[in-house]
């Protein structure tokens, strides 16, 4: 008698989110990248389907990392004192199919540039580059509050995915978010109960739960990606079981916490047993991405390009059916 | 070691304190009040103190800010004198240890706690007198005994036990070396007309005390409550089961940590015991007195007492040292207290008279809730039952006459009037109910006594949370919203919303009183969940407390406190506590009855439950993170 797999269906889908908006839907960018979709746990295809395959999204600054191994600048090297060459190096060279702007150099204690400055550079990043966009804060409350409405206002119709709304202070990014139609990224810290909470908070002052994109924090490899992988993964169970509010894709920034990591960041010369520094950072970021892929990863914030072309990899051998 | 003279103003009273020791410190051998929820411990910032003279070591602190500190405001936990020193303790750092007056105490709004529980609206079972046999801990015999003549020769004290045993019968008779020294004599001086009190103690009956004449008509007991805010004691009796008389007063332990872990580790610390143990007994001493001076009674009358109250609050009360409670594996030194006379205990009633507890359960689940459950018939019920006591502790029971079993939640004193900014107890102008008018924040309130505002109490914030959501004031996780209204402004700790010139909610009271709630909630998901039960197949939900049957349910339910099921299953059993206790000192078979249920209450530790932390964040929300649980709850 042949075996029968038992096949177990789930009575929910996670939700579809677009990003970035083309001419005809009156954006600038050449595509449109979709995320979610999944009817079962993450790459099971003999019980669901995937509309979509997780994305990755190379993180670039507003201005030069101060904290970045020299294994890591190396890629993109004179394009980090610019923005915006460092975006179309991204687009053109490493073939960025998304790009995750983090605005730090609006924070008071580390440049403070202005609105005026951040909006300017965004316009540029948005001219410079075809791809959609992600717009991260500089995490100082006050000032994410003034100058991100003022991106979102200046990005309109390019519906991009801005973060993060936290549960104490979401208010004012989801009122900007709903008002020139971007997508939302809600931070919870590694808690399925305060991400569904934030979900709730959203959701009522009127934003589509389908256009929220859940970051449920994680840790790298050695620091505590477990737990961040079990949150993740109950989160997406809830989903799947029916939970609507919890149903949404996942962004994971996967490359900020494997680069600060000290198996990454250290070099050979200081820890001769712990082998080449180049292939031990890509690795450590690349496992900690494919871990996350398994957990129901829908988009990896990513640094290294090599790091981001096995993770790609590894992403179409997943896919096959 | 050189030693400086503290003055503390404005009680003018003054102390040699040794160098290195802290002005809290000094304040508390004077006996002055003086706030200090941490006990000293420099971290809730309520001990803030005014050196108005003299030198100072004060230990740096996050609690006072840089505009304080210039103004002379330090922690008097963290404050060491270098020279002589002269302080003045404001009134924001006292305790309110004020007594709860008659007038308050027989108000509607007390119904339960502070009111003659039979005007508590009854459950079914009814809290019934009669379900338990008439049989005091103490029962006055007058015996009119024949005198001894050449016929009948036989000692004072069989001749005793002889005329005793022919009104009751009862085996074995214990008595006092101290009453057989004065018998002889007593028994001759009163032509042998004298009145006997016999005493259950442990199954066995005592001769408490001998008294010449007739005095039998002339016998009293206090039933009390020990909660870690309030005490309440209750005179009653003992031949006609008349209750005359109820007082309650904040417990003044308060002094020394607002919940019973604080109390335990101050416990610890020098002196600590003593004190916990006279702030316990001096409050329980001073209701005895009110209740027999208003009563007219003669203290050497009052020949019992019974207590109710938390593991914790007994061990202090016995002077027991607590310590083993908050240890790894939370063992207390004794659940079942045997009856002892109420004098070793430093309770003064007749200097012979006696104390008995309400058996515990466990560490964190004691003999008031025992009591609780004798009280409301839980454990005769047919059908699940919930008893949950929204106070301090918040312990839970869950069960019927098959099962019980319980937990404490912890939920802190928020919801007795403690750690808010506006938060009083359920007294003369405490505003107990809010309507928020959604088109213009209008508030619409009532106090109690209809008095002029003084703050806000426990049902009082239950109603303006609620509104406060479906007025769209506040978002579900309590954080109020930024709207054009003179109403809401920022203060200290985030955002305030004005109800009337000095009373007000901060986001902080909000955080804290959700905590409180989702303590209570998530303990008793849990107990339900353990069970292999939901809240639908709870049949009846005894609310015990200070709320009485003032609580509005729907708002209760609202902001996620109590379970989304249909509201007349719940019931009102107001300070169910004292009820039990109350039943007990009337009644062996109530003693019987509750070692009979202690014994069969499970205790359930939520500490080490993997499930509970989690069930505990989802509470954090109004009414929860998972709405399902609350289908009915829209706004």
């Known amino acids: ?321 | 070691m050189p030693k400086f003279k503290i003055a503390f103003y404005p009680d003018n009273k003054t102390i040699e304190l040794e160098k290195g020791k802290t002005l809290l410190a000094a304040a508390i051998s004077l006996g002055l009040n003086i706030n200090s929820s941490c006990a000293g411990d420099g971290v809730c910032g309520r001990c803030k103190v005014l050196i108005k003279k003299g030198q100072v070591n004060s230990l740096p602190t996050g609690r006072i800010t840089a505009e304080e500190r210039k103004l002379g405001l330090c922690l008097a936990c963290l404050t060491m004198p270098l020279s002589d020193v002269e302080v003045e303790i404001p009134q924001d750092s006292r305790v309110d240890l004020s007594k709860i007056s008659e007038e308050e105490a027989y108000l509607s709004r007390l119904k339960g706690i502070y009111t003659k529980p039979e005007t508590i609206e009854k459950s079914t079972p009814v809290i019934n007198e009669d379900i338990f046999i008439h049989s005091p801990l103490a029962t006055k015999l007058y015996l009119k005994m024949p005198k001894p003549t050449p016929e009948d020769k036989i000692s004072d004290l069989e001749r005793l036990y002889r005329e005793i045993r022919k009104i009751k019968s009862i085996q074995i008779i214990q008595t006092g070396l101290a009453n057989i020294r004065n018998l002889g004599n007593l028994l001759r001086s009163s032509e042998f007309k004298i009145t006997v009190t016999l005493g259950n103690r442990n199954d066995t009956t005592e001769i408490v005390l001998i008294e010449p004449s007739n005095t039998s008509r002339k016998n009293f007991g206090i039933a009390f409550d020990i909660g870690t805010t309030t005490i309440s004691g209750q005179l009653v009796d003992l031949n006609t089961k008349e209750i005359l008389g109820t007082k309650a007063t904040f417990n003044q332990q308060a002094t020394f940590g607002s919940d019973i872990i604080t109390r335990i580790i101050y416990a610890q610390k020098e002196e600590g015991l003593e004190r916990l143990h006279h702030a316990v007994i001096d409050g329980m001493n001073n209701i005895i007195q009110e209740l027999i001076q208003e009563n007219k009674i003669d203290l050497n009358n009052v020949t019992c007492c019974v207590c109710a109250g938390n593991t914790t609050m007994i061990h202090l009360l016995l002077r027991v040292d607590p310590t083993y409670i908050r240890r790894e594996p939370y063992v207390p030194t004794a659940n079942f207290v045997p009856v002892i006379r109420s004098q070793e205990a430093g309770i003064k009633l007749n200097t012979r008279g006696l104390l008995a507890c309400v058996p515990g359960i466990s560490s964190y689940v004691g003999g008031d809730v025992t009591a609780g459950v004798l009280a409301c018939g839980l454990d005769t019920e047919e059908e699940l039952c919930l008893l949950i006591d929204i106070g301090t502790n918040g312990e839970i029971v869950l069960g019927s006459r098959e099962w019980m079993i319980s937990a404490a939640a912890s939920a802190g004193p928020a919801f007795e009037g403690s750690g808010v900014s506006c938060g009083m107890r359920a007294a003369k102008g405490a505003i107990q109910r809010v309507r928020i008018d959604k088109s213009n924040y209008s508030v619409n309130y009532t106090t109690i006594a209809s008095a002029e505002p003084q703050g806000i109490c426990g049902s009082g914030y239950i109603d303006l949370i609620a509104q406060m959501l479906r007025a769209g004031i506040i978002d579900k996780n309590g954080k109020i919203n930024d709207l054009k209204s003179e109403r809401i402004r920022t203060g200290e700790n985030g955002k305030e919303f004005i109800l009337i010139d000095n009373v007000y909610i901060s986001e902080a009271d909000i955080d804290n009183l959700k905590r409180a709630k989702g303590a209570i909630y998530s303990a008793a998901a849990i107990l339900v969940k353990h069970m292999g039960f939901s809240f639908q197949d709870v049949k009846k939900v005894f609310i015990a407390g200070g709320f009485g049957s003032y609580l509005d349910i729907e708002n209760a339910i609202t902001i996620g406190i109590l379970p989304d099921i249909a509201r007349q299953r719940f019931k009102f059993v107001g300070n169910s506590s004292l009820i039990g206790a109350r039943e007990i000192i009337l009644s062996s078979n109530a003693i019987h009855k509750a070692e009979d249920i202690a014994r069969k209450i499970t205790y359930f530790e939520l500490s080490t439950d993997s499930g509970y932390m989690d069930e505990y964040v989802a509470s954090l929300f109004f009414p929860h993170t998972d709405l399902k649980q609350f289908p009915n709850i829209k706004f």
């Open chain 1, 1 to 321: 008698m042949p075996l029968e797999l038992l096949k177990e269906k789930c009575s929910n889908a996670i939700d579809v989110v677009e990003i970035g908006a083309t001419a005809s839907e009156g954006g600038s960018r050449d595509r449109v990248v979709k995320v979610g979709g999944q009817t079962g746990l993450p790459f099971l295809f003999e019980e669901m389907d995937a509309p979509n395959k997780p994305q990755v999204a190379i993180e670039i600054f507003d201005t030069e990392p101060a904290d970045w191994p020299d294994t890591l600048k190396e890629p993109y090297g004179e394009a980090l004192k610019n923005p915006v060459d460092w975006a179309i190096k991204c687009e053109k060279e490493f073939k960025a199919d998304l790009l995750a702007l983090r605005l730090s150099a609006i924070h008071p204690d580390s440049g403070n540039k202005s609105a005026d400055e951040a909006v300017k550079l965004i316009r540029d990043v948005l001219s410079a580059v075809k791809i959609p966009l992600i717009i991260i804060g500089c995490n100082d409350e006050a000032k994410d509050n003034l100058v991100l409405p003022k991106i979102a206002e200046a990005a309109k119709g390019e519906r991009c995915l801005i973060g993060d709304a936290l549960q104490k202070n979401y208010k004012t990014l989801t009122a900007a978010c709903l008002a020139y139609g971007h997508n939302i990224i809600a931070e919870s810290p590694i808690d399925i109960n305060i991400a569904k909470q934030l979900n709730i908070l959203i959701s009522e002052m009127g934003f589509a739960v389908n256009r929220i994109v859940i970051n449920p924090t994680v840790g790298a490899l050695g620091y505590g990606l477990e737990y961040a992988y079990s949150i993740m993964e109950r989160a997406r169970l809830a989903a799947l079981g029916g939970d609507r509010i919890l149903s949404q894709a996942f962004i994971c920034f996967v490359g900020q916490e494997a680069w600060r990591a000290k198996e990454a960041k250290t070099t050979a010369k200081e820890c001769p047993e712990w082998g080449n520094e180049l292939e031990r950072g890509i690795l450590w970021e690349t496992v900690t991405a494919s871990a996350f892929l398994q957990a129901g990863a829908d988009i990896l914030i990513m640094r290294h390009p090599k790091a981001i072309e096995l993770i790609k990899k590894n992403i179409e051998e997943l896919m096959k059916r």
